[in-house]
């Protein structure tokens, strides 16, 4: 997986400078990234939804930081490359289900959906002023 990750000249990949001149660059894969960055965004969405500020954001967010430190923790011991998503994911989910067990919204939280009552309602009002205009007329 590494020697493909090097081999492959795409922005797929972002390179650290390290002071080691045997490992001259640390590498993050964009999935590494956007794989979790999905889920902390689905945690600031929770907040919004719920009109709190940023709470679940700043614990996955705080996971995705010490799942980072983590990785580069191990990666410096055995000095060698690690999956970053091996550390990353139980990071960010472990920092949400504390802090969801800990508010006790634990069923809110795997009950969140996207969708919103209000559209249904604002559906049929605009029903109901199509059916108008078309009386009018």
């Not at 002071?19 to 794989?35: C, K, N, Q, Y």
């Not at 999905?38 to 907040?47: E, K, M, S, W």
Request: proline share 6%; net charge negative; aromatic share 10%.
């Amino acid at each position: 997986m590494v020697s493909v990750a090097k081999s492959f000249d795409a922005p797929i990949k972002l390179l650290f400078p390290t002071a080691d001149a045997a490992r001259p660059f640390s590498m993050l894969g964009l999935g590494d990234i956007v794989i979790p960055g999905i889920f902390v965004a689905l945690a600031l969405r929770f907040d919004v939804s719920r009109n709190i500020k940023n709470r679940y954001f700043n614990s996955a967010f705080l996971g995705y930081t010490a799942g980072m430190t983590v990785t580069i923790v191990v990666m410096n011991w055995f000095q060698a490359a690690q999956p970053a998503l091996l550390y990353i994911v139980p990071g960010v989910t472990g920092f949400v289900a504390v802090h969801s067990l800990w508010n006790g919204e634990v069923k809110p939280l795997l009950e969140f959906t996207e969708t919103q009552p209000e559209e249904e309602g604002a559906a049929e009002e605009e029903d109901e002023d199509s059916s108008q205009s078309k009386k009018v007329d």
